[in-house]
């Protein structure tokens, strides 16, 4: 079924699909390039790239400390979080969050329209005819030919860091091989292939996850201005009171995002109450289920078996008062009620295929909220929204899941209700 989801980017032949001693060769050679430490490295490169993201908010804002015009705050969320993992995969400025992005942005973005799970009688008869096979696999052709020079030269550089997502895989690749590095021994074409199809997992899954939290983010800050102060407080703390001089601190010594708890609590929270992951897993006849209170096993073989992070999150036997917002459960010491259990948070999910790119995440995530809470006030806007499609003569949709306009919603993977609708105003109009 993922398979057949992720078809126009991958040909399902990414490490989402793959099972066994597949999995396992291609996730040892792609771990060490997502670890801590090699993610610090790339540190000054994403600062760079949130940079950007807090430029494009400063535009949009009003000017002297008023509410400027609504945007679909997904959208440039999308748009950073596929230029910094167009950093740390290919080492260069893919330029989504600008008026010219790159070639391959905008033919991955083209692509992405072609993805989608669906019940609609019309598109699956499109789906499976010759016409629309062609389509995806020429379009997907034409992103391995803008990636592809990017693999080679990951290959071939020898620079000593950062290290690129591309060059931990190659280097993993031709340890397995024995390649002395005389040359004797390169990577085939069919290495530089299955490179490709992970790369645009990592894309896919990079953009989505970090597009569909960061306005969750926003939105429990402003349900919940006190966490605001206490983040600008952390801030101030860590980083020192002028917002003009953390990204320098930070290129400086990296580490100090480690300090950042109170903030890193924020992003966990939110996670907590709006998961970006799920988990399905094919069923084993050696696995089965034991309900408490019954004898009988429930057996797993020819199900498929949904590991739901939201209603294990929203359980108040596993969190206490689990519908309200308190990053303080994750500084909370054990002992403490607030306390999560051990493997409870469920945010990247666990085990040995979670997320590889949750360190990459958080480093985001925390210098997005760096960049912005001291400097920007970010808003749910639907009165200007609703106002803005009344005047393009669209249909205006005011449903509510729960009280909240801001329901997840989507195509496959899971969005926020029309994109997120936000205005911003500069806080601070003098520094940042």
Not at 184 to 195: H, S
Not at 259 to 284: F, H
């Amino acid at each position: 079924m993922q398979g057949e989801f992720l078809n126009p980017i991958s040909n399902g032949k990414d490490l989402n699909c793959m099972h066994g001693s597949e999995w396992h060769m291609w996730r040892s050679r792609f771990n060490p390039g997502f670890s801590r430490t090699n993610i610090r490295t790339w540190i000054p490169a994403i600062i760079e790239e949130v940079d950007a993201f807090a430029n494009v908010l400063r535009g949009l804002s009003g000017g002297d400390g008023q509410w400027g015009q609504v945007f679909p705050f997904e959208q440039i969320s999308s748009n950073l979080a596929f230029d910094v993992t167009g950093r740390v995969v290919l080492d260069t400025r893919l330029n989504s969050q600008s008026l010219y992005p790159s070639p391959f942005t905008i033919a991955y973005r083209e692509q992405l329209s072609r993805m989608e799970i669906t019940l609609s009688p019309r598109k699956l008869l499109w789906r499976i005819t010759p016409l629309f096979k062609l389509i995806v696999r020429r379009k997907r052709n034409l992103l391995f030919k803008h990636l592809r020079p990017f693999i080679t030269k990951g290959i071939n550089d020898a620079s000593n860091s950062p290290r690129t997502i591309i060059r931990s895989a190659v280097e993993e690749y031709t340890g397995e091989l024995g390649v002395d590095g005389t040359g004797a021994k390169t990577p085939d074409d069919a290495f530089i292939e299955q490179v490709f199809y992970q790369l645009m997992i990592f894309f896919f899954g990079g953009d989505d996850a970090l597009s569909i939290t960061i306005p969750r983010v926003f939105r429990q800050l402003q349900l919940n201005p006190e966490c605001v102060a206490k983040l600008q407080a952390e801030h101030d703390a860590v980083l020192g009171s002028d917002p003009s001089l953390a990204a320098e601190k930070i290129r400086e010594a990296p580490h100090i995002l480690d300090s950042l708890q109170y903030t890193l609590g924020v992003i966990k929270e939110t996670l907590r109450m709006n998961p970006a992951t799920i988990t399905i897993r094919e069923g084993q006849p050696t696995f089965n289920l034991k309900i408490n209170g019954e004898d009988k096993p429930w057996p797993t073989d020819g199900f498929d078996l949904f590991d739901s992070s939201i209603t294990i999150h929203h359980d108040p036997a596993n969190f206490v008062d689990p519908l309200k917002f308190m990053p303080e459960r994750f500084s909370a010491l054990e002992g403490d009620k607030l306390h999560p259990a051990r493997n409870i948070w469920r945010g990247f999910q666990l085990g040995p295929r979670k997320c590889i790119g949750q360190e990459l995440a958080v480093v985001v995530l925390k210098l997005v909220l760096v960049f912005t809470v001291r400097n920007f006030d970010i808003e749910m806007a639907w009165d200007k929204w609703d106002k803005v499609r009344e005047m393009q003569g669209l249909k205006v949709d005011r449903r509510t899941v729960e009280g909240e306009r801001m329901y997840t919603t989507g195509k496959a993977t899971s969005h926020p209700k029309h994109g997120a609708p936000m205005h911003v105003r500069m806080r601070n109009s003098g520094k940042g």
